[in-house]
């Protein structure tokens, strides 16, 4: 399995931290890892390499797929939560990272600051992969992208809309990711939910090299258009909870629906829905029994177009 020497050891905060080829030959590295795994081969890439995950929020993919894929290479993980460690509470995220540093070769974060990922990064002396804070989720967009790559053979060129909560983790990372890819890609939400200017004109900056635009509307209908990818998140995030009727009143017209995929001109072509999960298109969750589907509707969900299964196992492959 052949990879530049450039990618090891190398920690990974936000997708800005992988120059533009970086990011991209980690998706290539993906695809091949992923048909090996499916002509039965294990690697040994991770051969007792152990690695820590720190998880202050719930995961199902993050966590499956780091401990799965690490396994798939020979390396063991593992699980650390707040309630099973000292981490921030009775011992500073400083110290904790010194010592997990001096007994594993990684550590994965998922959690709420970004300066706790920072200073994890800063003191441990390992590698350390951001598995989702509240700024960014690195590691969803490469599975993002590779699922792109799949769909459609090639990414440059093609249009992203994503739809929602324009100012959330995932939403900060799409618009990096596709501006480091040459996709064009159009954040539509409300203005109270802009992303933050700087954080847009640094993907504009780097989309711009790369032929491509970075655009921010509240206008549903006109966004779509041409869209080869519409993409939505959760309308409250982990540690969001209390915001959930806020959130909802504000971002119903932004739901994703048969009517607004047809908009895109693009239905019967070149056109797919992604969708990080977990996703609100019914009501068989304990958070959406009082509200149905939220962001997406269950007849987008379930549609051949619908790619968020394969987006989900991707997350093992690209992780
Ligand atoms: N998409 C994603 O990160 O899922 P989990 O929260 O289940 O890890
Ligand atoms: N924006 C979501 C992503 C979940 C994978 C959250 O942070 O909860």
């Known amino acids: 399995m052949k990879y530049?020497?450039?990618?090891?050891?190398?920690?990974?905060?936000?997708i800005n931290d992988l120059d533009d080829s970086e990011m991209m030959e980690i998706i290539e590295l993906a695809i091949a890892l992923k048909k090996r795994r499916s002509d039965g081969i294990r690697g040994n890439l991770l051969h007792r390499k152990n690695i820590a995950l720190i998880f202050e929020k719930g995961s199902t993919r993050t966590r499956c797929s780091a401990t799965i894929a690490a396994r798939d290479e020979g390396g063991d993980v593992e699980y650390l939560t707040r309630?099973?460690?000292?981490?921030?509470?009775?011992?500073?995220?400083?110290?904790?990272?010194?010592?997990?540093?001096?007994?594993?070769?990684?550590?994965?974060?998922?959690?709420?600051?970004?300066?706790?990922?920072?200073?994890?990064?800063?003191?441990?002396?390992?590698?350390?992969?951001?598995?989702?804070?509240?700024?960014?989720?690195?590691?969803?967009?490469?599975?993002?992208?590779?699922?792109?790559?799949?769909?459609?053979?090639?990414i440059k060129g093609k249009k992203v809309v994503y739809?929602?909560?324009?100012?959330?983790?995932?939403?900060?990372?799409?618009?990096?990711?596709?501006?480091?890819?040459?996709?064009?890609?159009?954040?539509?939400?409300?203005?109270k939910l802009f992303p933050e200017k700087e954080m847009v004109q640094r993907a504009m900056a780097i989309a711009d090299k790369n032929n491509s635009t970075v655009r921010i509307t509240s206008n549903p209908d006109d966004a779509v258009v041409g869209a080869n990818v519409?993409?939505?998140?959760?309308?409250?995030?982990?540690?969001?909870?209390?915001?959930?009727?806020?959130?909802?009143?504000?971002?119903?017209?932004?739901?994703?629906?048969?009517e607004l995929m047809e908009k895109t001109g693009n239905i019967e072509g070149e056109l797919i829905f992604l969708h990080c999960l977990p996703a609100f298109h019914d009501n068989n969750t304990e958070a959406s029994h009082d509200t149905g589907a939220l962001e997406v509707t269950n007849d987008v969900f379930e549609a051949p177009f619908s790619k968020?299964?394969?987006?989900?196992?991707?997350r093992m492959h690209t992780i």
């Open 4 to 14: 530049s020497p450039k990618l090891k050891n190398r920690s990974l905060l936000s």
């Open 83 to 154: 309630a099973d460690t000292h981490f921030g509470v009775k011992e500073s995220v400083k110290d904790t990272a010194r010592v997990l540093g001096r007994i594993f070769d990684g550590i994965l974060f998922r959690g709420f600051s970004q300066e706790t990922l920072r200073q994890l990064d800063l003191h441990s002396g390992v590698p350390v992969w951001n598995g989702l804070t509240d700024n960014f989720h690195p590691t969803q967009i490469l599975a993002d992208l590779m699922t792109m790559k799949e769909a459609f053979g090639t």
């Open 230 to 258: 519409i993409y939505t998140d959760v309308w409250f995030s982990m540690g969001e909870e209390t915001r959930k009727a806020e959130r909802v009143s504000l971002l119903k017209p932004f739901q994703v629906n048969m």
């Open 163 to 191: 739809i929602g909560d324009g100012r959330n983790n995932v939403a900060n990372s799409l618009m990096a990711g596709c501006a480091k890819a040459g996709v064009d890609f159009v954040n539509c939400t409300p203005e």
């Open 308 to 314: 968020v299964f394969d987006e989900a196992e991707n």
